[in-house]
């Protein structure tokens, strides 16, 4: 699993280094607020809010090795500290990178419950109420890191693909590539090379992030890949875009490895048409996957303390200006 060697990596420096001497997670002064969320012994990541800023699901896995599995936490519930937890497992079936669906009464994942490693939704308390996503529950067609868009259109992230180029008898390979459905999965299509789509909050466009001069960056294009622009750039690999409630900004995670070693990730916001670029964490842990609720924190996960745990964070929006 990509999220094993995510945390074995980011935790092996600490072997040969005292945890002491690294700097957990703080807030630059564009952001304030940062609050731990979860506190549970297991490692928690990829935090999605529901809708309406009531519920929270994430990813959470025992130990670096486990499984890991999704689970779903009233906010109120967790900031009172009686939390109780609605699992979707099963066995040893993985449950990673949660996303709502846009009446909040469901919750699509990437899982191996029922077979190859694909999109499931589920409805309900657990694993048993599970259904394949149509088209995109197709056996050799691999997806992960859904996002639905208001209007209830299915981006994800594909795995290598290679597209027929109509009229030639040649193929486009793509290392990675964007791909667009209904929730049915009745239509899908191609948008592009890509992966960790955000629709913005109207679907009329997407945030994604694409390898380019061997690094990855985030790009906007228009909800059919039409009109494609590169908002970020440098020697850092930004990923994990995620559309500020009313659109005018984006949050995303830029990762770099330090002196030290291991790698380091902090939060940034960027308009969507690149500029306005400012810091919101800093630190030299991983601070990653934003996603920005309608309530206005950014939640995040983090492994400023004993393990990766879900945080957040308010930002101060007023020195950006206007996009």
Known sequence: MGRKLLLLAAMAPLFGCSASLRHGVTTTEAAGGLEQITRSSANEFDPAVSPDGKAIAYESADSPTSTPHVEVVSLSDLTSGHAPRVEY???????????????????????????????????????????????????????????????????????????????????????????????????MSIIGAGTDPAWSPDGSRIAFARWTGGHMHLFVSNADGSSTTQI???????????????????????MHPNDAGWMQANLF???????????????????????????????????????????????????????
């Open 89 to 187: 497992s099963s066995k040893d079936a993985a449950g990673m990178a949660p996303a709502w669906t846009p009446d909040g009464q469901a919750v699509v994942f990437e899982s191996d419950a029922l077979g190859p490693s694909r999109l499931v939704e589920t409805i309900g308390n657990g694993i048993q109420s599970t259904r394949f996503l149509g088209r995109v529950g197709q056996d050799d067609l691999y997806s992960a890191w859904p996002a639905l868009s208001s209007g209830g259109r299915l981006a994800f992230s594909l795995g290598p693909t290679r597209l027929f180029r109509t009229g030639w008898r040649t193929t486009l390979p793509l290392d990675a590539t964007l791909g667009v459905t209904d929730i049915a999965g009745s239509t």
């Open 232 to 254: 970020t750039d440098g020697s850092e690999d930004d990923r994990q875009p995620s559309w500020s409630p009313d659109g005018r900004s984006i949050a995303f995670c830029s």
């Open 269 to 323: 916001v960027v308009h969507p048409d690149g500029s306005g670029l400012v810091q919101l964490t800093e630190g030299d842990r991983l601070a990653c996957r934003p996603d920005w609720a309608s309530d206005g924190f950014i939640y995040f996960h983090a492994n400023a303390t004993d393990g990766f745990h879900i945080w957040r964070i308010r930002p101060a929006l007023e020195p950006m200006g206007a996009p």
